[in-house]
């Protein structure tokens, strides 16, 4: 029964009632009553379905809420992996750009060499010329083909010649003294921790070769080194002032005839 239906039931037990006398049938107002009765029943249990409905959807609702939960802790768990994706795809870059960087360098660096290298060969292939040419000037004097005056002329201009080969072999030479030396050291290491501490030289400086004399009492060996770079070379000795007042030294390479030639000039230029 619908409301309205238990509205107009109700309205008509009323009116019975109001209108009732003597004469008025009591089976018929307690059939309304009953009626009306059974009505407002009708109606609790509609409303008592309609409730247990409702905490059915609250249930649901209950469910959804904590799915919903999950689902927005798994999103957030998502958010942290994808940072750290992102964190560590960034890393991936840094490191491709610094092995970029780096091989860059190293082809910059083969090439100077491979430069350098063209340049020694040269070199080499001209003191194979001047050294055959040698050799056949002394088989020519050693089987009296030559003129001896010729030949002091000849052996003059190859004496200046092989200076002259000694000097540029070591242009690129200097001599460190006063680094003490210690058995199975690392000569090259020793001095590159050398020139940043006392020369404050902050960047890596390419050798060629780097060791000590052997002709020298152990302990008190000087250490040559062939700098790749003549730039290089002129930096460390254009801060070599630095080491005044101290137990070390820096000097370039020369052939013997040319020191000796110093030594006999030191004199005169202090005198001066």
């Known amino acids: 029964m619908s409301l309205s239906e238990t509205r107009k039931l109700l309205q008509q037990s009323r009116k019975i009632v109001d209108e009732a006398d003597e004469s008025t049938s009591v089976n018929l107002i307690l059939n ?61 870059g840094n490191l491709f750009d610094n092995l970029k960087s780096l091989c860059d360098t190293n082809k910059s660096t083969v090439a100077k060499v491979q430069d350098q290298y063209e340049v020694v060969k040269i070199a080499c292939n001209k003191n194979k010329a001047d050294l055959k040419k040698v050799s ?35 242009k690129n030479n200097l001599i460190f003294s006063g680094l003490c030396e210690v058995r199975e050291e690392n000569t090259e290491a020793l001095l ?56 070390y030294g820096i000097r370039q390479q020369f052939p013997k005839e040319i020191e000796d030639n110093r030594k006999l000039l030191y004199p005169i230029q202090k005198g001066s």
């Open 32 to 92: 309304m009553i009953l009626k009306l009765v059974s009505s407002i029943d009708t109606r609790l249990q509609g409303v008592e379905k309609s409730v247990g409905k409702f905490d059915e959807l609250k249930n649901i609702i209950t469910s959804v809420t904590s799915r919903v939960v999950t689902v927005e802790k798994d999103v957030n768990d998502c958010h942290k992996k994808i940072s750290e994706v992102e964190n560590n795809l960034q890393g991936v």
């Open 136 to 170: 056949e000037n002394l088989e020519k004097v050693t089987n009296g083909e030559s003129n001896p005056c010729v030949c002091s002329e000849e052996v003059q201009n190859l004496k200046k010649s092989v200076l002259d080969l000694k000097c540029r072999s070591m």
């Open 192 to 247: 590159r921790t050398f020139l940043h501490r006392e020369i404050g030289i902050d960047y890596q400086i390419e050798f060629g070769n780097v060791h000590r004399f052997s002709n020298y009492p152990r302990g008190k060996r000087p250490i040559v080194a062939r700098f790749l770079y003549f730039s290089d070379l002129q930096y460390v000795l254009k801060n070599a002032y630095k080491l005044r007042n101290s137990q």
